[in-house]
């Protein structure tokens, strides 16, 4: 047994003489470094030692809560500093049976748990914390309340699309007022039955030393503002020459509000599909693909109450089915474009308009753009700053899981924008462009829909595939119309603005901060403005 030992530090801290209790001369002689050590060293060694202490006791607690009871303190020294040390890291201490459960098949959890899950975040923590449960019953909880709450957010998303599908497809009953009131006033006054233009401007319908501009449109309002920002932006307004192309029952009220509400010196033509001579001789292919496109789609998609329905699509692919029941992608209006050639046969070159764009600049500089033999004029929708609106491809518009599609079609391909289309109908009428786009809206039917969703740009895409000149994106910026990401600024800096998407600017879902760049050019002071209560807000 030892006894105890007399331990000797001499002031110099140069020796330590180590005695045995009885008394013995003999001594142990350590020799310390002949390197002086100060008290200041002493007191910052034992501070060290303090604040090391104080790290071990953290990390045992940090040890207890993870679960780790029976780790000592030296223990779960070494087993923290150790592998850092090392330059390793520690593997994963989520307990496998969590893996097991969260991979576990969602409906399975669902049927078993269900009617337990916790609504909400502070219920799932009050009850976590009353029942401790172990590791699995706390992953199926969670696991359970995230399910639900996943389902209840694409129940809403889809509610919100259906919602903005009815809301865009209706014709609100301010633009039917105005179209009612300019068709009994077009029948009253002969003011508002004016040949448009006038017999002694009849030449610069068919002068190509005129800017020409082709409007489609059944919607007046969105039609004279499309107009207006036009020849209010033009340098040589006296050179524009605007071609609007209606139906049957909107040409009367169109006729009127331009008649009674003139854009001197701009010279406007208003038309409608029954006064073209080539529209009404024999069989238009057109037509006829969209009385069968108009069957189909009632046949095979069921409506938007079937489309809504479904259980498994995920709400992205829900609002485009919608969107492809909307009127305007089954509207002629909407097709007549693929027909530009032959409805203005005299013409070398025009400029295509859709009716939801605001012309914010001078629009003579695209006369100038050399199309170096192309067809199409237009902006690519696959290289931009906003990523949600300028990421689009050909994948994003055509079905590449059809084998048709696949061997035609490269999935990378850029996509371009319909809405300010520069188009030369010199080349154009040199090319098959008219008859490749019946030919696939054909094989669009035969394959029951399954080529394509959306209306007329994923055909257009392909009859145009080789014969589009891409043009500066300052010239036709895109998305007003479905997202609001786009800044005032942004909007304001461009050439042409489109408001594509559902969200018009003559709706009441209108994106509130963009749509004042669409009301600046209404005039809320006009009689037949006042009188349907169409407002700026």
Request: proline letters at 6%; charged letters at 20%; a positive charge.
């Amino acid at each position: 047994m030892l006894k105890a030992m007399q331990l000797h530090i001499s002031p110099s801290l140069r020796h330590v003489t180590v005695l045995p209790a009885k008394g013995f001369k003999d001594f142990i002689k350590v020799k310390v470094g002949s390197k002086r050590l100060s008290y200041r060293m002493v007191f910052y060694f034992l501070l060290f030692l303090t604040f090391l202490l104080r790290f071990v006791f953290v990390l045992t607690a940090i040890d207890t809560i993870d679960g780790e009871r029976k780790c000592s303190t030296l223990g779960c020294l070494g087993k923290k500093i150790g592998p850092r040390i090392l330059g390793n890291r520690l593997e994963s201490t989520v307990p496998e049976v969590i893996y097991q459960v969260l991979e576990e098949p969602s409906d399975q959890t669902e049927m078993r748990t269900r009617p337990e899950s916790p609504q909400t975040l502070d219920e799932f923590i009050a009850e976590m914390k009353v029942g401790r449960p172990d590791a699995k019953t706390f992953a199926v909880k969670l696991k359970s309340m995230v399910t639900l709450l996943e389902q209840t957010t694409r129940t809403a998303k889809i509610q919100e699309y259906l919602y903005r599908h009815v809301a865009s497809s209706s014709i609100p009953k301010q633009l039917h007022c105005l179209a009612l009131k300019l068709a009994h006033e077009h029948s009253t006054n002969s003011n508002a039955r004016l040949q448009l233009p006038s017999p002694e401007l009849v030449p610069a319908l068919v002068d190509n030393s005129y800017f020409h501009f082709v409007l489609a449109s059944d919607n007046v309002l969105a039609a004279s503002v499309v107009a207006s920002s036009l020849v209010q932006n033009f340098l040589r307004p006296e050179k524009i020459v605007l071609h609007i192309i209606t139906d049957r029952k909107t040409y009367a009220p169109m006729q009127a509000w331009f008649s009674l509400h003139p854009l001197t010196p701009a010279v406007i033509e208003v038309k409608g599909l029954h006064h073209f001579d080539w529209f009404t001789k024999g069989k238009v292919p057109v037509l006829e693909a969209m009385e069968k496109d108009q069957k189909a789609r009632s046949q095979f998609r069921g409506g938007s109450s079937a489309i809504v329905a479904n259980k498994t699509e995920k709400p992205k692919i829900i609002a485009a089915k919608l969107q492809a029941l909307s009127p305007k992608y089954n509207s002629l209006m909407n097709h007549i474009r693929i027909h530009l050639p032959e409805l203005y046969p005299s013409l070398n070159k025009v400029v295509f308009l859709d009716d939801d764009i605001v012309v914010q600049t001078d629009l003579s500089p695209l006369w100038d753009i050399d199309m170096n033999g192309k067809v199409n004029g237009a902006v690519e929708t696959c290289r931009g700053g906003d990523k949600y609106v300028m990421s689009k491809r050909f994948k994003s518009y055509l079905n590449f899981s059809h084998p048709l599609i696949a061997r035609s079609f490269d999935p990378s391909e850029c996509a371009w924008a319909y809405g300010m289309n520069i188009f030369d109908l010199e080349a154009w009428r040199k090319t098959n462009i008219s008859q490749t786009y019946h030919y696939w809206l054909e094989q669009n039917l035969k394959s029951d829909l399954s080529l394509w969703q959306l209306g007329t740009l994923p055909p257009g895409l392909i009859a145009f595939h080789g014969h589009v000149h891409a043009i500066d994106p300052f010239w036709h910026m895109l998305g007003l119309g479905y997202q609001d990401n786009t800044t005032v600024a942004e909007a304001q800096s461009a050439g042409v603005i489109h408001f594509n998407g559902r969200a018009k600017p003559w709706l009441d879902i209108a994106f509130p901060q963009l749509r004042p760049l669409w009301t600046k050019y209404v005039n809320f002071s006009d009689k037949f403005i006042k009188s349907c209560h169409i407002r700026a807000t």
